[in-house]
């Protein structure tokens, strides 16, 4: 097992999508050998794993052993890591985010460099969602529950892309990539608010954005497997970004703060992209914007 110690929500995956890239391994996993018996635990021992492909069907296989009920549930523990988190691949190289490569559509390599940096997207929001699960304590049951789906959904979309990647001729790692996503995430984890008003309400929401021009150009360029896996995604984010929505409005109401007001002072404090048009306003009131907060965007 490649573990390094250094270095469930509506929207379900249905098997008829498969069939739009190369056949995934299905996760065979017990509970005795692949986990530790409870959740959050469990959670932490595959965001530590540096392998993204060993990765991706650990917490695939995870979430299978749960619903059978192979694992329990411990809000209350204190999780300490024993390795930095999360664990990760040597490559690929992280660079600033100038400096990753952009290239033509119109050539296979260019739509590689997009594929892989949609698969990195996707691996790094495994690390996110196993990371909310397991690093913050006392939050009623069902908060658990959605993040395992959550990272269970990222997990199969960087299979699929990286699936697909390879019959391109390309492995995930093969171009340079970026980090931000995860310091954003550094920055929050000294609290839950913080770290669910900023990720998937802000960076996740970002890609509801984003994915519809991106399914259009792979698309047009004739790559309509790789557009179908982005309308896979789409529907998928829709409901991680509605996750975050749920989790930070019932923060607000324990902590009794608006949240309107608190959303714009958190992306001050810890230095938050501003959401930049234009907005998939539709995906965005699917996944439990209120009006108030997409007016907004407007300003």
Same mark, same amino acid.
């Given at each position: ?88 691949? =040597? !490559?690929? %190289?992280?660079?600033? @985010? ?7 559509? $119109?050539?296979?390599?260019?739509? #590689? ?91 996740? =929401? !970002?890609? %509801?954005?984003?994915? @519809? ?7 047009? $360029?004739?790559?309509?497997?790789? #557009? ?72």
């Amino acid at each position: 097992m490649g573990v390094c110690s250094p270095y469930f929500t509506a929207h379900r995956m249905n098997r008829s999508a498969l069939s739009i890239a190369p056949a995934l391994d299905t996760p065979h996993l017990s509970p005795s050998a692949e986990t530790h018996g409870e959740l959050r635990r469990s959670a932490l021992h595959w965001l530590s794993c540096c392998g993204p492909a060993e990765k991706a069907a650990g917490v695939r296989g995870l979430a299978t052993i749960w619903q059978q009920g192979g694992l329990t549930l411990d809000t209350g523990a204190q999780a300490l890591a024993s390795c930095i988190v999360p664990g990760r691949p =040597a !490559r690929p %190289l992280l660079v600033p @985010p100038l400096s990753v490569p952009r290239r033509s559509m $119109a050539s296979v390599d260019g739509r #590689a460099v997009l594929l892989h940096a949609l698969a990195h997207i996707e691996f790094n929001a495994i690390n996110l969602a196993l990371d909310a699960l397991w690093r913050f304590d006392g939050m009623p049951d069902a908060y658990y529950k959605d993040w395992l789906q959550v990272a269970a959904e990222e997990a199969l979309h960087f299979s699929l892309l990286a699936a697909h990647l390879r019959t391109q001729g390309f492995e995930y790692g093969d171009f340079p990539s970026h980090d931000s996503l995860w310091q954003l995430a550094e920055r929050t984890k000294h609290d839950v608010l913080a770290r669910i008003a900023l990720v998937p309400r802000t960076m996740e =929401a !970002r890609g %509801l954005d984003a994915s @519809p021009p991106m399914r259009a150009k792979l698309a047009q $360029a004739g790559d309509h497997a790789a #557009a179908a896996i982005l309308d896979i995604i789409l529907r998928d984010e829709i409901g991680h970004v509605a996750v975050g929505n749920r989790w930070y409005r019932w923060l607000c109401i324990e902590r009794s703060l608006d949240p309107v007001s608190t959303y714009a002072a958190l992306v001050e404090k810890y230095r938050a992209p501003v959401p930049r048009g234009p907005f998939n306003l539709a995906a965005r009131r699917a996944a439990g914007f209120t009006d108030a907060e997409l007016e907004l965007l407007k300003e």
